[in-house]
């Protein structure tokens, strides 16, 4: 079954063709030149370039997999979470093409195809994890821990209280005057060695699944704010004792789900996986705790189209179809 995949939820347009799971295209439009003067997504900048590079990055998905709209089986599309104004593009555009064709579609919740994207083989040799498994998705929306034990059976341990990961590393960047997205700039920038300021961890001692990371990002804030000037060693040690609060907090959290469910294998999802220390972080406290890591490739982590057509595809195999009156949905838990 050949399945072409839209993403439009939020900053990104992506388009991918799978045939029975493989991946044939990826094709990716980025927005970030266009937010990053804003130093965040302006959704309505975000719908209106959305509708400029769907057809072109649909088009290219299909050429670079060397297929024409009549080989393809099935289409899937991102109908939430995300913004409205974004996914509705890429929602619209898919339900059209599959009316037009008399395709099934199937509208994919964008969490799902996340948590679900280590398991795509892209023979790329990246080992894939076998189900059941646990999963810490780290994303600029959702922080949260998932027992997944197959494509449609997810539970959700745990998640963020306040601000996603990705949220904490965009704001504080943005506190810092480095710019957007913050994520890999900090990424980058907490990669040489040296001083780190402590930063707190919230819940670090309680046995839950619950994060917090308003606190550590306030708690940047007045560090800084206390500082007459700051020298560039002095700012490397902030992002670096930041980082490390971050990521101690998800590696502990996600290793502590995966010895209560009595669960072997752990994957990395979200934006936030692409992040160097924490797949380092993960990989050395995992194999302390004879469990096995799963990170996927960094452009799967995050956002990415073949992770909702696979997600898709899953679905369309067992026989499941959406309507198509399926709304886009801003706030869709898993
Ligand atoms: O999954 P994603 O692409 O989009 C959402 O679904 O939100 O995640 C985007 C988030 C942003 O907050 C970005 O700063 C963060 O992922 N991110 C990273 C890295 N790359 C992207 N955070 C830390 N380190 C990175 N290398
Ligand atoms: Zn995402």
């Not at 959700?156 to 965009?170: I, S």
């Amino acid at each position: 079954m050949r399945v072409l995949g839209i993403e439009s939820s939020c900053d990104e347009t992506a388009a991918s063709v799978i045939d029975n799971g493989k991946i044939l295209s990826d094709s990716i439009s980025s927005q970030i030149d266009v937010h990053k003067i804003y130093g965040g997504v302006v959704p309505e900048l975000a719908s209106r370039k959305h509708i400029v590079n769907i057809e072109p990055v649909i088009a290219a998905s299909l050429k670079d997999a060397g297929v024409t709209l009549d080989d393809i089986d099935a289409i899937a599309a991102t109908s939430g979470p995300g913004l409205l104004g974004s996914l509705v593009i890429g929602l619209q555009f898919a339900k059209t093409i599959a009316m037009a064709r008399k395709l099934p579609f199937y509208g994919v919740n964008h969490l799902r195809g996340h948590i679900l994207a280590a398991r795509i083989d892209d023979g790329e040799s990246t080992p894939v994890p076998d189900y059941p498994y646990i999963a810490l998705l780290a994303s600029g929306g959702h922080t949260a821990i998932y027992h997944v034990k197959n494509w449609n059976n997810i539970e959700c341990l745990g998640q963020t209280r306040d601000d996603a990961a990705g949220e904490a590393f965009d704001k504080v960047a943005k506190l810092l005057g480095l710019g957007y997205p913050g994520g890999p700039v900090i990424d980058r920038m907490a990669a040489l060695q040296g001083e780190k300021v402590k930063f707190p961890q919230a819940f670090r001692q309680r046995r839950s699944y619950e994060f917090s990371f308003s606190g550590v990002k306030t708690a940047v804030a007045q560090y800084v704010a206390k500082q007459s000037n700051i020298s560039k060693d002095h700012l490397y040690a902030i992002v670096r004792g930041f980082q490390e609060s971050v990521v101690d907090i998800m590696v502990r959290k996600v290793v502590f789900a995966a010895r209560e469910k009595q669960v072997k294998n752990v994957v990395l999802a979200g934006g936030v996986a692409a992040n160097s220390a924490l797949r380092n972080r993960a990989k050395e406290v995992c194999l302390q705790n004879d469990l096995i890591l799963f990170a996927p490739p960094k452009k799967r982590c995050t956002d990415n189209a073949s992770m909702i057509a696979y997600a898709g595809y899953l679905a369309l195999k067992d026989g499941l179809t959406s309507p198509f009156d399926t709304a886009p949905r801003s706030n869709w838990p898993l």
